[in-house]
């Protein structure tokens, strides 16, 4: 036998070994846990605007980090409650700022891989888990009062999400114009006038009734709108400007008009009809 | 006994070698140029045919950039690799064994010739194909979609280490190395049929690969970072072994 085949036999022998080697270093490297039981309050007397500038999309899927808007008169200004070990919560000239942590800004400078989990303290540390697999779900608390929510809401500029759902409950509004690409879920609202263009993202609604919706829907690659109507729903007029295909409940419906705002066609289909309905 | 490398000779024997195949390789440029303009005319037709999704006044990113990465990446590699296998053809029969053994420069000489002309001309001759159409496809398309964020793309755009480009250039480096190191070191090892003995060798150790790696349910960073410096490592490995092999080479008269 040549020296090279020989040399060839060991190097082909080494690699399917390395992996082995490379999986227990991986075993022995410390690993960097976020956790979001780690919570800190930040307060305010008042904000022209807030922006959430914090990006997870390698981390999270867009349901996993919110925003929350919780109305509270009972608060003197605006107090949040953020997970300290994922986010930092600052006003500058009149903008409440949600921003990443530095250290993790340092860690994705370096490459630093980092898991976002909430710790357990009743477990056992020791025992296995898959905290790693399934990362904890990260939300921001603003409590405010309803005026001061109302005030943003209304002002498309005072309000600013890079990523993430907007939850937005208990409110009573006239009218709510979102146009923002992210995900919204309304629980608990009374709305009279809707107009929701959240791009190809997911509006959940919960125990939430509005008088007239115009919802957009737009595809974009392989994702498109999406309504998820949970119990308690009802929209009385819905007009939908529709650019994608739309899975709606028809119970969570008093009328609805669909008005196409692209060439190519659409399919809407209703679920759940439960009573007689003209379709056409 | 013949220096291990001088210039001028080398430079003459490239020579020799680029006159006897000039022919073919003009040929192998005239069906890559062909293949590629195939591959960018069916992604333009299939990525830009939604209307609507660039009709708004909203800034999109080219629907084309994942689709051109990938395919242009893997045209790269596979065609790479079977330049490389073309490296020892004229070794194939015995008496051009003997002509090889025979012709007066070093092995080493005789080795990096080939390299260069094989390996690093191909290469070359792609990357000019590659850039020339892209450019073509970006300054047409301009004018039909304003809205689209169109650039000229990279071979290197398919890996996930956008966020460091040196990082980037390095991995995808050693990734495109490695394959093609492969295939030279099979054009040395399976001089008769280079190219099929290569192919299902790869194909046989890839299969064992896959298994092995199934066991492992997540590929971590660093596992990744240890299996890329390993290909960096047997990608040198391979050219090292390929003149080696060449140093070893023999002519046997079977009776």
Partial sequence: MKTTTKIIIGLITVSYLLPFIGFEIERTTEKVFLDTSVRAAFKAKEAKAIASYAVYSDQLNTDQYRVMLIPDDKVGGIVVDYPAELVEVSLSKGVLQINKTKRIAELERNSISYYITEIDSQKDPNEEDSTEDVPANVTVYIKAPTKTIKTLLANQKAFYMAFGTLDLRDLDLETLDIQKNISLSLRRCTIKNATINIGPQLLTTYKTRINNLTLYTKAYSSISTSIDEQEGTYVNHLVLKAASDIILNHTAYGHIKVEKINTMPLSITLNNIQENAILK | ?255
């Avoid at chain 2, 005789?110 to 001309?121: K, P, Q, S, T, Y």
């Fill in chain 2, 1 to 255: 006994m013949i220096d291990f490398f001088d210039c001028k000779r080398f430079m003459r024997y490239l020579g020799k070698l680029w006159t006897e195949q000039r022919r073919t390789m003009f040929l192998s440029a005239a069906i890559l140029l062909g293949i590629m303009f195939i591959i960018e005319v069916w992604i333009c037709l299939t990525a830009y045919n939604d209307p609507y999704g660039y009709g708004d006044c909203v800034r999109t990113a080219d629907p084309a950039r994942t689709s051109i990465s990938f395919s242009c990446s893997l045209l790269f590699v596979a065609s790479s690799c079977i330049a490389a296998s073309r490296l020892f053809t004229d070794g194939q029969q015995k008496a051009g064994r003997i002509q090889v053994l025979t012709m007066p420069v070093s092995m080493f000489e005789n080795w990096l010739a080939r390299i260069v002309l094989f390996v690093g001309g191909y290469v070359l001759v792609f990357h000019i194909v590659f850039y020339a159409l892209e450019v073509c496809r970006v300054v047409l398309l301009t004018s039909i979609y304003p809205n689209v964020d169109l650039a000229v793309q990279s071979l290197s755009s398919i890996t996930s280490f956008q966020h460091a480009p040196l990082m980037n250039a390095l991995y995808t480096l050693v990734w495109y190395i490695y394959p093609i190191s492969l295939f030279v070191l099979g054009s040395m090892v399976f001089p008769r049929k280079p190219l099929l003995g290569t192919t299902i060798s790869v194909f046989i150790l890839g299969l064992i690969a896959v298994f092995i790696l199934a066991f492992f349910s997540s590929f971590s960073e660093i596992l990744i970072d240890t299996l890329t410096l390993w290909a960096a490592f047997l990608s040198m490995a391979n050219l090292w072994l390929s003149y080696r092999r060449m140093c070893e080479l023999e002519v046997i008269d079977r009776m």
